[in-house]
């Protein structure tokens, strides 16, 4: 039998299933008690007041940049090495993505960088949590108060990480979650805006549902009457019950579930600390990692050559090996309209050029890890064979 081990898999128990039949069941099926009570778990979780929950991460990221005020003529720095969602979402409102370079070791946005990058047009700073590692957030957020720009922490990759004693999703003006089904917990589909701000917390609210002035139980009397009010430019982008019932569920295995990925995540540091063609994961001392992916990174001879024949070469062998985000500046859309090239952001494109993404899921046995570890071997040591000797 073909041994497949896909790169990600989400954890469905059965608790989740009963949850979305019960909530199939209520009858209702948009905006009630089980948004009401994921918005509030998760928030809780991250120590946040306010919790708004949308249709995906993308909409969480549009909202509130929205929210914020943020529009044409203006500029909202980012990093290059993430997942393009981010950039798209600045594109969405008018506002055009100032990328900044990435730090080498955390892969997240190089501080001293944005700080020299702040203007007067600056209306937010957008920063991810790469792979889940909060690394240099909490000096983000220094800046950003010093220089009074809001700061959108996107921790879409890293729910449940801890940073110098902080939850993540509590940094900044506003934290971002998206929950597709290659994230530490799912809801399907769906995302969540998590805000100590009562009113951004109340203008995200709006926007998610067609701008809408307030949200009131179907059986309050004006309920049906504030339906038809509209005060602002809102969206459709309201979570179904059902995804709510699958996060929720979801939310009451977290633990359980951070516990188990970062136990695969030892094994995979167990097995490849001694690989010399490899550079692992580095977690700072003040920071709890929340496991998204396990990814690697080549050593410096290598480069995207070798890396593409690696991973093609390790799929080849039914191991769902990824090349983690080429750089947002250099896909096709953004050179195009913006004009990037190859050689603008060097530590972004040095580090995406390397990245190798390894199967990675809460139920990744340790025989599947040593599949893939001895697949990676043999392609390693390929590339060494393949390498001139001047070279070696
Ligand atoms: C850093 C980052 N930003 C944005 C998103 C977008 O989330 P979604 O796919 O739920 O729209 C994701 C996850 O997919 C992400 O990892």
Redesign the pocket.
């Known amino acids: 039998m073909a041994t497949e081990i896909p790169l990600w898999a989400p954890d469905i128990t059965d608790a989740e299933i009963q949850s979305v039949g019960d909530a199939l069941r209520s009858g209702q099926l948009s905006l009630g008690r089980y948004t009401h009570l994921f918005e509030h778990t998760v928030s809780q979780r991250v120590g946040r007041s306010h919790g708004v929950a949308v249709a995906?991460?993308?909409?969480?990221?549009h909202t509130v940049l929205v929210g914020l005020g943020v529009g044409p003529g203006d500029d909202v720095i980012t990093s290059p090495f993430?997942?393009i969602?981010?950039a798209n979402a600045i594109i969405y409102t008018g506002a055009r993505p100032v990328f900044v370079d990435i730090d080498r070791t955390s892969g997240n946005l190089d501080p001293q960088r944005v700080e020299e990058a702040i203007t007067e047009r600056t209306k937010v700073i957008l920063a991810?949590e790469?792979f889940g590692n909060p690394t240099s957030i909490d000096a983000l957020e220094s800046l950003a108060q010093r220089h009074e720009v809001p700061l959108v922490e996107?921790a879409?990759?890293a729910f449940g990480a801890v940073h110098k004693g902080r939850a993540v999703g509590s940094f900044g003006r506003a934290s971002?979650f998206?929950?597709?089904p290659?994230?530490q917990i799912t809801c399907a589909?769906?995302?969540m805006i998590v805000t100590d701000d009562d009113r951004l917390a109340a203008i995200c609210r709006s926007l998610r549902d067609q701008g809408r002035p307030v949200e009131l139980e179907p059986a309050d009397p004006v309920h049906a009457d504030a339906m038809l009010q509209h005060e602002r430019l809102g969206f459709n982008y309201r979570m179904s019950e059902l995804n709510a019932a699958l996060g929720l569920a979801q939310m009451q295995r977290l633990d359980e579930i951070l516990v188990r990925r970062r136990e695969v995540a030892c094994m995979y540091i167990d097995k490849l600390m001694e690989f010399p063609e490899l550079v692992l994961p580095t977690i700072g001392p003040d920071t709890e990692m929340s496991w998204?992916v396990f990814a690697v990174r080549l050593s410096d001879p290598y480069g995207q050559k070798e890396r593409d024949r690696i991973t093609t070469g390790m799929r080849r062998h039914d191991v769902g090996a990824g090349n983690g985000f080429p750089p947002i500046h250099l896909q096709p859309f953004y050179r195009q309209h913006y004009g990037y090239a190859r050689g603008d952001f060097p530590n972004a494109e040095s580090i995406a050029a390397r990245t190798i993404a390894l199967p990675f899921f809460t139920r990744l046995d340790a025989t599947q890890i040593e599949l893939v570890t001895l697949t990676l071997q043999v392609m390693l040591q390929r590339e060494s064979l393949l390498r001139p000797e001047s070279e070696a």
């Open positions: 995906s991460g993308t909409a969480a990221l993430a997942f969602a981010n991810t790469t996107v879409c990759e971002v998206g929950f597709r290659n994230k589909e769906g995302g998204f």
